[in-house]
């Protein structure tokens, strides 16, 4: 019997893999996105093309992955996004851990977030300063 695929489901595994909040992927997907739309989406089980396309960009995983979803493809659509470190065969030595990776580019990205957002509150501080002046 075939498993259904639930895609919705399966973002909700990637974006946990990758630990990555409901509302950080929210904020990544724009302004009209929000945890509970987040929240409401992962229990969709089909997601329309265009939403998955960003989802996949955000996330930096296939949309394959979204649409195909069992264990041994999930492993496997990671291991081959990068590259040359990615090993098949029954006895593979895996030098690395590919969703480690995943995770120091999502780091990377948060710390730009906040580091942005102190700018933000800084330049808010100066023109407040310069309002009451």
């Known amino acids: 019997m075939e498993q259904k695929i639930h895609q919705g489901r399966n973002v909700k595994r990637f974006r946990e893999m990758l630990g ?10 724009g302004e009209d996105w929000n945890q509970k739309k987040i929240s409401i989406l992962e229990q969709k089980d089909v ?6 396309r960003q989802i996949s960009n955000s996330l930096k995983i296939p949309v394959e992955a979204f649409q195909n979803f069992n264990e041994e493809q999930a492993i496997n659509v990671i291991a081959n996004t990068f590259g040359d470190n990615a090993c098949v065969g ?6 690395f851990n590919p969703i480690e990776e995943v995770k ?3 780091e990377e990205k948060i710390a730009l977030f906040e ?14 300063k310069l309002i009451i002046k």
């Open 104 to 106: 120091k580019l999502h």
């Open 90 to 95: 029954k006895n593979p030595t895996i030098n």
């Open 47 to 52: 997601i329309e093309d265009n939403l998955l």
């Open 20 to 29: 990555i909040k409901q509302e950080a992927l929210a904020y990544d997907l």
């Open 115 to 128: 580091r942005m957002l102190k700018e933000k509150d800084e330049m808010l501080a100066k023109l407040e």
